[in-house]
């Protein structure tokens, strides 16, 4: 009983990590998760907030990518997030995160 129990704990801490996209993937074929709901994982590297608009970057070991948020994490930060990828012709590629 104990072993289940500390197999569900481990579930419950790392499994948004284990279901997480590797932002590689997303890079290399952004069109096929175009407007589709995503986890990532990663560390955020860079963060801005400029009036209403704020987001920040985010990379795990296969690349980097932006990431629109009212939430600001600070860089450094180890964060799981989910969002829909989405694009425009000024920032490219982001996911917007539910917040």
Do not use: R, W
């Not at 608009?53 to 795990?60: A, C, F, Q, T, W």
């Not at 009212?70 to 799981?80: D, H, I, K, M, R």
């Amino acid at each position: 009983m104990k072993f289940i129990s500390a197999v569900l704990a481990l579930v419950l801490l790392f499994g948004c990590a284990i279901f997480s996209t590797k932002i590689g993937e997303i890079n290399s074929d952004p069109e096929k998760y175009l407007g589709k709901e995503i986890t990532v994982s990663g560390t955020v590297t860079n963060s801005l907030k400029v009036g209403k608009l704020s987001g920040y970057v985010i990379e795990d070991s296969t690349g980097s990518i932006k990431v629109s948020s009212e939430s600001l994490p600070a860089p450094g930060s180890n964060v799981t997030i989910s969002g829909t990828l989405v694009h425009d012709s000024f920032f490219g590629y982001y996911i917007l995160a539910k917040n």
